[in-house]
């Protein structure tokens, strides 16, 4: 008759694999978090300075942000519709990651497809699309 004893060093053994394997698991996804936390603070001060004052007064000396700003008819839009289409790109990449499950990526879609009916989101994507990952571009053409 086998004692429970004998069995003891494998029982050991695969519970302390399956907390590395444990520790490993959550370690990656704290890391994944925080990225996506710090991409969405990013985001949003990316905006609050780019919809300033001092800056939008700056940009407008520039031909290229010149050229941006005459999709639109004021700087404002033209920095509001480029934070949705970053939002809607961190959706998907959300999404492409498996991290929002997939009623809510049939929301955010819905929504990408609507903001495509908006003749200035058009204007604007059309023209900064290239700076976007290959997927992304493809899915938004796609809708």
Do not use: C
Request: charged share 25%; proline share 4%.
């Amino acid at each position: 008759m086998v004692s429970l004893l004998e069995y003891l060093p494998i029982i050991t053994s695969g519970l302390l694999l399956l907390s590395i394997l444990t520790l490993v698991v959550n370690r990656k996804n704290l890391r994944l978090q925080s990225e996506y936390q710090i991409y969405a603070r990013m985001i949003e001060a990316r905006l609050k300075l780019e919809t300033s004052e001092p800056f939008i007064n700056m940009a407008k000396e520039s031909p290229f942000f010149a050229d941006r700003f005459a999709l639109v008819d004021s700087p404002d839009q033209f920095y509001m519709l480029r934070a949705y289409i970053d939002l809607y790109e961190f959706i998907f990449l959300l999404h492409k990651t498996k991290v929002i499950d997939d009623q809510l990526w049939t929301r955010w879609m819905s929504s990408a497809k609507a903001m495509k009916s908006i003749p200035k989101f058009l204007t604007v994507w059309d023209k900064t699309k290239s700076v976007h990952s290959p997927d992304f571009v493809k899915f938004i053409d796609s809708l």
